[in-house]
């Protein structure tokens, strides 16, 4: 169970589109379309914001897509605000009914 | 509006143990898959544990697996985390979530801090 690999930060002006990298391996990422991302505010609990690799729940803005491709998954961000400033976690299904998290991404809106 | 409530944390001596609770409301609880996930202080997230919807399949990752035990009562709407042989390393905020299948997370509570100490 070794967590995916993340960038540590990214950044992006307002408007502007942003993507954030998830890799992982062909244990996880790599051969389930369970990839899931959650956007976490400071102080605040995890919000899911995609399932299923590119799929949004309901009241999630469509600025927010997802992506795999073989054993990296990604989440862009179009049109950046200044409330998507957050941190941004990945995190995977890798069989045998266990699931593993990203490092994390903070996101900063310059 | 679905609502989990986690509760049960507080300071632990190593060694020791503690049992967390999750108290869920505004859906049917007995339908989903249950799952507990912690942040370490100014760490990231990390899964836990997860179970189905009738307790019959459970999931644990390596850090906890043989300390930790997962369970549910569906007649309470309730989910649980017991929790032996406390390290430091188990310090952190633990979230229960409601899951979306069994690999997603789609609803979290605030969290129930367990600081593991001397």
């Known amino acids: 169970q070794s967590a995916l690999t993340q960038p540590p930060s990214a950044s992006g002006s307002p408007g502007q589109s942003v993507t954030i990298s998830c890799t992982g391996t062909?244990?996880?990422?790599?051969?389930?379309?369970?990839v899931s991302w959650y956007q976490q505010h400071p102080g605040k609990a995890p919000k899911l914001m995609i399932y299923?690799?590119?799929k949004r729940p309901s009241g999630v803005p469509d600025r927010f897509s997802g992506s795999k491709s073989g054993n990296t998954a990604s989440l862009t961000v179009s049109g950046l605000q200044a409330e998507d400033e957050a941190d941004y976690y990945c995190?995977?299904?890798?069989?045998?009914?266990?699931?593993?998290f990203g490092g994390g991404t903070k996101l900063t809106v310059l | 509006e679905v609502q989990l409530v986690e509760s049960g944390g507080g300071l632990i001596q190593p060694g020791r143990s503690l049992r967390l609770s999750c108290a869920a409301s505004?859906?049917?609880?007995?339908?989903?898959?249950m799952h507990w996930v912690r942040q370490a202080p100014g760490k990231g997230l990390e899964w836990v544990s997860s179970?189905?919807?009738?307790?019959?399949?459970?999931g644990y990752a390596d850090s906890v697996k043989g300390r930790f035990t997962i369970s549910r009562d569906n007649a309470k709407n309730s989910l649980y985390l017991q929790m032996n042989s406390l390290r430091g390393e188990d310090t952190a905020l633990y979230y229960c979530?409601?899951?979306?299948?069994?690999?997603?997370?789609?609803?979290w509570g605030q969290g129930t801090l367990v600081t593991v100490s001397s």
């Open positions: 979530a409601k899951g979306r299948g069994f690999q997603t997370f789609d609803c």
């Open positions: 995190s995977s299904y890798a069989g045998s009914n266990t699931v593993v």
């Open positions: 505004g859906f049917t609880f007995d339908n989903y898959a």
């Open positions: 179970i189905n919807w009738n307790g019959g399949t459970t």
């Open positions: 299923e690799v590119n």
């Open positions: 062909s244990s996880d990422v790599g051969s389930y379309n369970y």
